[in-house]
């Protein structure tokens, strides 16, 4: 655990040594700021025209609209993040210091997808101080939103793991992102290639969609086939990295 420890500091730390991580950041609270800013004010001009929402309808508008924009932001972001997981590993030539260090890969995996995921964390914080003029003047129920948040974790977490597995495949940082994007976005609309399958390919291709699994976390119904969903993409994304670096370990 204590060596996990050292490599989630080590990759958390490096984040913040360089630009992308600030631009990231910049990028996601700029964004979400102003869809958040859209969504509310157009909730405002529809009740002062008497024609809109009821103020309990508020807290459904934000998990619906709101969070629904920040998964999509994510397709386009956390490709950022994963980027050099790896790939600058391999370019740099340190990835062979990790494998001759007293690592096991699993503890190399944990520790880099961590130090991603928290990051992501802080990306969410900042977005939750956004809402805070919505807690100020409807004070909604939290149960929704703390739903449709832990959505948004759950997605994050099983693009990371993908776009960790894909990072390792490169040692250009934007093939790796670009890889990530092309194909997280393939899964995204799998729910639209269903259509024109036959039933039975239709389910499994519809299932594949994490659209699909996103939309009830943003109507603030937590279901557990959502979650399994989404913990099963992360831990199948772990696995891909785990058996890319055990290539990578043997070929030296």
């Known amino acids: 655990m204590r060596k996990i420890w050292h490599v989630f500091q080590k ?18 609270l700029l964004i979400s700021g102003f869809v958040f800013f859209l969504i509310f004010s157009d909730l405002a001009r529809q009740t002062s025209m ?3 929402y009821e103020a309990v309808n508020a807290p459904q508008l934000v998990t619906r609209y709101y ?44 520790g880099k997808f961590l130090a991603n995921l928290v990051f992501c964390l802080v990306l969410f914080a900042g977005s939750a101080l956004l809402m805070t003029p919505l807690f100020l003047t409807a004070a909604p129920d939290t ?9 948004l974790v759950l997605f994050a977490a099983a693009i990371l793991s993908l776009g960790s597995f894909l990072s390792t495949l490169t040692e250009n940082q934007i093939i790796a992102a670009i ?14 290639f269903a259509e024109s399958g036959t039933e039975g390919i239709r389910g499994v291709l519809s299932y594949l969609s994490p659209l699909r699994h996103l939309e009830d976390f943003q109507k603030g119904v937590l279901d557990l086939s959502h979650v ?25």
């Open 50 to 52: 008497g024609m809109g």
């Open 143 to 151: 149960g929704p939103t703390l739903v449709a948040y832990l959505g």
């Open 11 to 28: 990759e958390l730390k490096s984040y913040f040594y360089s630009p992308i991580a600030y631009v990231t950041l910049t990028l996601f």
């Open 67 to 110: 969070f629904g924009w920040l998964s999509t932001i994510l397709l386009f972001l956390v490709p950022l993040i994963t980027m050099g997981v790896y790939a600058e590993e391999k370019k740099k030539g340190t990835y062979e210091l990790l494998f001759t260090s007293p690592l096991y890969n699993l503890q190399i995996i944990f």
């Open 228 to 252: 399994v969903y989404f913990v099963s993409v992360s831990v199948f994304g772990v696995f891909l990295t785990y058996r890319s670096l055990e290539t990578m370990r043997w070929r030296g």
């Open 179 to 192: 890889l990530t994007f092309v194909f997280v976005l393939v899964l995204w609309f799998m729910n639209i």
